[in-house]
């Protein structure tokens, strides 16, 4: 299967519409995935799976998936998410936004169209994502004993350092940071972490509410349209412009939030620390 190149993406800018050429074909299962030249949806990253995929149309059939596909320059088959036996950005291939449909794509040029409604849920909970982390790396700042990497605003990395897994939800995310002896190690104090809490989500929530009321523009940076292009996340916040490395896709300003809450618990054991994030 000639390709002609990985996909151009335009939803980095938070386009949701385009019209473009199908360029090849591959089964995903029982269904049908259709690879365009150039594409408005976010597909779901098999490395960091944490912005679940667009749906919408394409050519006038419902998108109910949307995965990363890579196939090697000269080779003809497709490898799908997991599958893929390469890092992401080898070179001598060709990475892909695949679009999957129950019937088969009929036409040659198709207009594809997002659903907005779940576009705009899933950037609210993504961009809420990386405000509520920085918000606890600083509510965490005094915890640690020896010298980290620090975030943008120069606070104590903890989201990064502690980080397992990130999921984005419709107007909301969780993540949930080990607490193991590894991270006690790099000098991160977990004594009392129970009983501070509730002072610890309060501090989260209030810094939360200010970046809000300040209505700071929140922007992507992409190099390339290229979908394996390392787009970065930027944010105008009152203590200064921050950046952070991010795939996914994002609201323009704070103040489009409305309202984020910032929820913590630990796991029973006390090993896993959760934090929920709810916008509204």
Same mark, same amino acid.
């Given at each position: 299967?000639?390709?002609?190149?990985?996909?151009?993406?335009?939803?980095?800018?938070?386009?949701?519409?385009?019209?473009?050429?199908?360029?090849?074909?591959?089964?995903?299962?029982?269904?049908?995935?259709?690879?365009?030249?150039?594409?408005?949806?976010?597909?779901?990253? /098999?490395?960091?799976? @944490?912005? +679940?995929?667009?749906? #919408? %149309?394409? $050519?006038?059939?419902?998108? =109910?998936?949307? *995965? !990363?596909?890579?196939?090697?320059?000269?080779?003809?088959?497709? /490898?799908?998410?997991? @599958?893929? +036996?390469?890092?992401? #950005? %080898?070179? $001598?291939?060709?990475?892909? =936004?695949?679009? *999957? !449909?129950?019937?088969?794509?009929?036409?040659?040029?198709?207009?594809?169209?997002?659903?907005?409604?779940?576009?705009?849920?899933?950037?609210? $909970?993504?961009?809420?994502?990386?405000?509520?982390?920085?918000?606890?790396?600083?509510?965490?700042?005094?915890?640690?004993?020896?010298?980290?990497?620090?975030?943008?605003?120069?606070?104590?990395?903890?989201?990064?350092?502690?980080?397992?897994?990130?999921?984005?939800?419709?107007?909301?995310?969780?993540?949930?940071?080990?607490?193991?002896?590894?991270?006690?190690?790099?000098?991160?104090?977990?004594?009392?972490?129970?009983?501070?809490?509730?002072?610890?989500?309060?501090?989260?929530?209030?810094?939360?509410?200010?970046?809000?009321?300040?209505?700071?523009?929140?922007?992507?940076?992409?190099?390339?349209?290229?979908?394996?292009?390392?787009?970065?996340?930027?944010?105008?916040?009152?203590?200064?412009?921050?950046?952070?490395?991010?795939?996914?896709?994002?609201?323009?300003?704070?103040?489009?939030?409305?309202?984020?809450?910032?929820?913590?618990?630990?796991?029973?054991?006390?090993?896993?620390?959760?934090?929920?994030?709810?916008?509204?």
């Amino acid at each position: 299967m000639e390709i002609g190149g990985s996909t151009l993406v335009s939803y980095p800018a938070g386009e949701v519409r385009g019209r473009s050429t199908v360029v090849g074909t591959v089964p995903v299962g029982d269904r049908h995935g259709t690879i365009v030249a150039e594409t408005p949806f976010h597909p779901l990253d /098999h490395t960091w799976p @944490d912005q +679940p995929a667009d749906v #919408g %149309t394409i $050519g006038g059939l419902d998108v =109910v998936d949307c *995965v !990363t596909g890579a196939v090697e320059d000269g080779g003809e088959t497709v /490898h799908l998410g997991e @599958d893929i +036996p390469v890092r992401r #950005g %080898t070179p $001598g291939w060709s990475w892909l =936004v695949v679009h *999957v !449909t129950e019937a088969p794509v009929p036409d040659r040029e198709v207009e594809l169209a997002v659903n907005a409604e779940s576009r705009r849920a899933l950037s609210a $909970g993504h961009t809420a994502c990386h405000l509520t982390a920085l918000a606890l790396n600083a509510a965490l700042a005094g915890r640690w004993r020896k010298e980290v990497p620090a975030d943008g605003l120069g606070h104590p990395d903890f989201d990064q350092t502690a980080i397992t897994s990130s999921r984005i939800l419709p107007d909301g995310s969780k993540d949930v940071y080990r607490l193991g002896k590894s991270l006690r190690r790099k000098g991160f104090t977990t004594e009392g972490l129970a009983e501070d809490l509730p002072g610890i989500a309060q501090r989260v929530n209030e810094r939360l509410k200010e970046w809000i009321a300040a209505d700071v523009p929140v922007w992507i940076d992409s190099p390339s349209p290229e979908l394996i292009a390392r787009r970065t996340w930027h944010c105008g916040l009152p203590e200064g412009e921050v950046a952070i490395p991010c795939g996914g896709t994002h609201l323009s300003r704070t103040s489009q939030l409305g309202s984020v809450t910032a929820t913590l618990e630990l796991s029973g054991d006390g090993s896993e620390l959760v934090m929920h994030t709810v916008v509204g």
